[in-house]
């Protein structure tokens, strides 16, 4: 079997960290010998001497394009690593050319691009997750509203809206505000969503984690855990990004808490998918909230996303001791039955350097350069994973939002973080114009300070 020889070619199909940690970790298994990333990003090959080949005038959704580039490269697997791609039916589109492909298929991934879709789902399957209406036009959110007793609401466009359609409203009057907003993210919001915010039935707020998983179709593996800082500002303040940091192992995810979000939530979600005549193949996120019920935390489900998060892959996948290639195979190939899974159980934190201004207007910071990128991922224990970045002669510019990726490793949060935050201090933007939180983790180093 050619798989298990060396030589093989594989596509990583992502622009940003999230990419550049699938091509770091292919890179590191002994059958692969070149790895190709549409679009990829100028730093994807920092991490390997293997060749790393890039497509930057492509887009993930560019689906002829990327079958020309497995037929013409002899590609011998492609991982479908971004949102866009699975709505698109990149999966679909590779698989019936008979190409290997690890992600799931457009009718499995809605459980992503159709929030709508995947609350229903949701109730099918007696999934928890927060009080739910979906609206087809304005009125019916004003109407809904007003017949509300005043309380805190989340509102989301149902489509994909680049991970920021889900707006927060404090009380009634913010919500019909924000049912208005759902106009500016056009056909994504044409379908909308009113949830209830979700808290303990003590009042108290919930707690955010994220837990990842290979499936196959029938069984699932867990991968692991992370806890994200969705705000882009010290103290959770400020507004919502696709992610300015994580931590790993979340200290919330207790043994107990663990085994309901597996009975109760991945199970049902995988079974579910299954008994639809979705097979969900590739990595299923929950997006989950801790919430205390009865005295003791119970998982909600925030959101399920058809791909690994991003910074979140960061964190969790360089934990995996399995070759990936190996996994990716067996994903490919409908069984996972006899893999084991070994993790290296390292606590890892990722902060993301960011231009300033990120995630509201940000283009002062375009084509200026940054320093000290070389000099951090030399120190020991650190990797870096590069994202809105351009190269010219050895030398890095801004050229987005999200700019690149640390993560530092320990025994504990603490150590990962001493690290991460010692690598980060190396790091400068011309003009002073980097931004990143300096408080990521936070949580558990309180918890771990207290001994809790
Ligand atoms: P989403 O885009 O669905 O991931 O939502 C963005 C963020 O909003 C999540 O990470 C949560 O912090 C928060 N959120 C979304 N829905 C709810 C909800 N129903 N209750 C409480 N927080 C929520
Ligand atoms: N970090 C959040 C996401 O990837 O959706």
Known sequence: ???????????????????????DK?????????????????????????????????????????????????VDLVDVAQDNAVEAG??????????????????????????????????????????????????????FIQSQPDQPWFIKASRLAEGKGALPAKNNEEAVERIKEMERFKEAGKVFLI??????????????????????????????????????????EGENTGGMGCSTPPLVLTPELMRDVEVGVINRAINGLHAEGRPYRGVLYLG?????????LSPSVIEFNARWGDPEVQVVLPGLINDLFEVSMALAQGDISSLQLQMDNK?????????????????????????????????????????????????????????????????????????????MSVVSIDGNNLHFRTDIGWRDVQRLRKGL
Request: aromatic fraction near 8%.
């Open 1 to 23: 079997m050619k798989e298990r020889n060396t030589g093989n070619t594989v596509v990583v199909v992502d622009g940003g960290g999230r990419g550049a940690t699938l091509v």
């Open 26 to 74: 292919y890179a590191q298994s002994k059958h692969v010998e070149r790895i190709i990333a549409v679009p990829g990003n100028d730093l994807m090959k920092i991490n390997t001497d293997k060749p790393v080949q890039i497509y930057p005038q492509l887009k993930t959704t560019s689906i002829p394009e990327i079958l020309e580039i497995c037929e013409r490269e002899g």
């Open 90 to 143: 990149l999966v679909d589109a590779l698989t019936a050319r008979g190409v290997p492909t690890v992600g799931p298929t457009k009718d499995a991934g809605q459980i992503e691009w159709d929030k709508a879709w995947s609350r229903e789902f949701g109730e099918r399957h007696g999934i928890p997750q927060p009080f739910f209406i979906i609206c087809l036009n304005q009125q019916e959110g004003f109407s």
């Open 195 to 236: 949830e209830k915010w979700l808290r303990g039935d003590d009042g108290s707020a919930g707690e955010e984690f994220s837990t990842y998983v290979f499936s196959d179709g029938r069984n699932y593996k867990v991968i692991g855990n992370a806890q994200d800082h969705k705000r882009v500002n010290n103290f959770d």
């Open 288 to 296: 989950g909230m801790a919430i205390r019920k009865n005295g003791s």
């Open 347 to 423: 606590a890892r934190v990722v902060v993301t350097g960011a231009s300033k201004g990120y995630p509201g207007d940000y283009k002062e910071v375009r084509g200026k350069q940054i320093y000290g990128l070389d000099e951090a991922r030399k120190i020991d224990g650190v990797r870096l994973y590069g994202a809105g970045i351009k190269e010219e002669d050895g030398r890095h510019y801004a050229s987005g939002g999200r700019l690149f990726y640390i993560v530092g490793e320990g025994e504990t949060v603490i150590d990962a973080r001493r690290k991460t935050y010692g690598a």
